[in-house]
């Protein structure tokens, strides 16, 4: 039974199992794809379309059978025809990120965004924290200038290249130490921002029990990071460091910073829970939303990407601490 499971630093939880052993103890054949190793391909008009990088090499030949991401990408790939299912979610991730100015900034307000730029990694979570934002406010994608950006961008803000940035830890971190900012729009009260995890529907059907000891695996690797998370944070400083020396182009802020990286594991939630109404009711608002701003070409019915019996498989799992 082999399994190939997708991983990048940006999905915490994969990150650290890939790094422990956990995983090979269930499940001896099993294969790690570095998301950051495989082609991404061309990016859409960041005004007119998402990226479907996750979803496409979840169906490619060499790209692999489970990932790990934020909240937009499987609705992206369920917009685009990719037969998905959900395999769980994380708690609320509110103190992961957020929409900030900087501190001498005259935009106040969400309706002040309207004609300005604003950097965010698009695909991302974050595409849907701005267009809840913008909703709240009666307001369109089209009223903004967004500007796709990668995640620890805020060096645009700093220099005043950018108006408003959503940015997250540990990237934040390295920005706050330096500039004053505002924040604009919290992630509290607009959206939970789970992370979550997928597959294809093929692997649901006909491996099960691969499935299972992933979500095992999860919950152990997870209780390990929320017991050890200076330890947890080591793994991502020696691997910002380890890519640093096998590229020109290298962050050498935040990314390769134990304090930044321990304080972002510590501030997010641990554990792997079952899809819930209230998340699916937020997917689905997502995806309305980002098909009724263009964003995505058809309207997508989230609710059949659940498969009763991973929700029941994750539900196992759990302990009163999950």
Not at 115 to 141: K, P, Y
Not at 187 to 198: A, E, Q, V
Not at 199 to 227: K, M
Request: charge should be negative.
């Amino acid at each position: 039974m082999s399994l190939r499971v997708g991983y990048f630093p940006h999905n915490n939880s994969l990150f650290v199992l890939r790094h422990t052993g956990l995983l090979e103890q269930r499940l001896p054949d099993v294969t790690w794809v570095d998301l950051r190793d495989l082609p991404q391909g061309d990016r859409p008009d960041i005004r007119s379309g998402l990226p479907t990088v996750h979803s496409d090499q979840l169906f490619a030949d060499g790209g692999y059978d489970v990932i790990g991401t934020g909240f937009t990408p499987p609705v992206t790939g369920l917009a685009h025809g990719r037969d998905l299912v959900y395999v769980g979610i994380s708690g609320p991730r509110l103190e992961n990120g957020r929409l900030v100015v900087r501190a001498d900034s005259d935009i106040r307000t969400v309706a002040d965004l309207v004609g300005r730029r604003v950097a965010l990694a698009h695909g991302s979570w974050q595409t849907t924290l701005v267009l809840f934002a913008l909703a709240d406010a009666g307001l369109s994608w089209s009223d903004i200038e967004p500007v796709d950006a990668s995640v620890s961008a805020g060096q645009q803000l700093v220099d005043g290249d950018v108006d408003a940035w959503v940015g997250s830890y540990p990237s934040l971190t390295d920005v706050e130490a330096r500039t004053e900012l505002r924040t604009l729009v919290e992630t509290d009260g607009l959206f939970s921002h789970p992370s979550l995890w997928f597959t294809r529907r093929d692997v649901a059907d006909e491996q099960p029990e691969a499935l299972r000891a992933v979500i095992e695996a999860l919950q152990e690797s997870d209780a390990w990071i929320a017991a050890q998370p200076r330890e947890a944070a080591q793994l991502f400083v020696d691997d910002a460091r380890s890519r640093s020396t096998r590229s020109d182009h290298f962050d050498r802020g935040a990314d390769a910073d134990l304090d930044a990286w321990e304080h972002a594991l510590t501030a997010r939630p641990w554990g792997v829970r079952p899809v819930d109404d209230a998340f699916l009711d937020e997917q689905q608002r997502a995806a309305d939303l980002l098909h009724a701003n263009g964003l995505l070409p058809i309207r997508v019915d989230v609710r059949s990407a659940v498969v009763p019996w991973i929700s029941e498989a994750v539900s196992a799992t759990l302990t009163p601490s999950t």
